[in-house]
């Protein structure tokens, strides 16, 4: 079965510190991966996505991402975290050939302390 | 600009009643999908249509879910007969196209659906 694993449930980290929150996919051929954050009682919001070439993504609000297909990891990262990062995030996974149906690892929870 | 709208954001109903869930895309918008997420869980790929067509509904449960999504109006989840493990909260995501899969979806804020 195709699966994306989010191994950590949460990442603790001080404010203006780098954070890592760490994602590993099993999903067919070259996926298509992306990243969401969930704020409480709010929907999912787009950080950004790999499609294609360049392993390092860059997205919203200072976010970045590694692709990584040799450890089928797809690690977000940003250099200086913020309280305000305080959220759910979500990786997800699209395998290829197929609809756009998204495949989501159960999510960590970053909490980032003052 | 406005964003995927659902609603209603809350839903109470006693068990065996109707849930009706909506949901209008982004304008412009023409793909729809609905996902589930249990309590501490991900999102579960439910159901993925475009309009007047049901493209891809492998998530679905067989019986009491369905889902449309008219040439007027927004798409609609209808849970019949709920029972208590459809509480959970539920997300309806749209996309511009969805040819090939590099179509960013952009979600709504979620109907979470309490069923007492």
């Known amino acids: 079965a195709q699966s994306v694993a989010q191994p950590e449930d949460q990442v603790n980290v001080a404010e203006g510190n780098p954070l890592t929150v760490k994602c590993t996919y099993s999903?067919?051929?070259?996926?298509?991966l992306f990243w969401y954050v969930q704020y409480p009682n709010r929907g999912l919001q787009f950080l950004l996505k790999y499609i294609t070439g360049d392993n390092l993504v860059k997205g919203s609000y200072g976010f970045e991402a590694e692709f990584n297909k040799s450890q089928t990891s797809f690690h977000l990262k940003k250099p200086s975290a913020l309280v305000s990062d305080s959220a759910l995030y979500f990786c997800a996974a699209v395998p290829s050939g197929g609809y756009n149906k998204l495949i989501f690892g159960a999510g960590t929870r970053l909490a980032v302390h003052p | 600009n406005a964003g995927v709208m659902q609603n209603p954001r809350h839903l109470v109903r006693r068990r065996g009643q109707e849930a009706r869930l909506r949901c209008s895309p982004m304008?412009?918008?023409?793909?729809v999908y609905w996902y589930r997420q249990l309590p501490e869980e991900g999102l579960k790929f439910m159901v993925y249509l475009q309009k007047e067509n049901i493209i891809d509904e492998s998530g679905m449960p067989k019986e009491r879910f369905s889902a449309e999504f008219p040439k007027e109006g927004p798409s609609i989840l209808r849970i019949q007969q709920v029972v208590r493990g459809d509480s959970a909260a539920y997300f309806c995501?749209?996309?511009?196209?969805?040819?090939?899969?590099?179509?960013?979806?952009?979600f709504g804020p979620g109907t979470r659906l309490l069923v007492l």
């Open positions: 999903v067919s051929g070259n996926p298509y």
């Open positions: 304008k412009g918008h023409s793909h």
């Open positions: 995501a749209s996309s511009l196209t969805g040819s090939g899969t590099t179509e960013t979806q952009y």
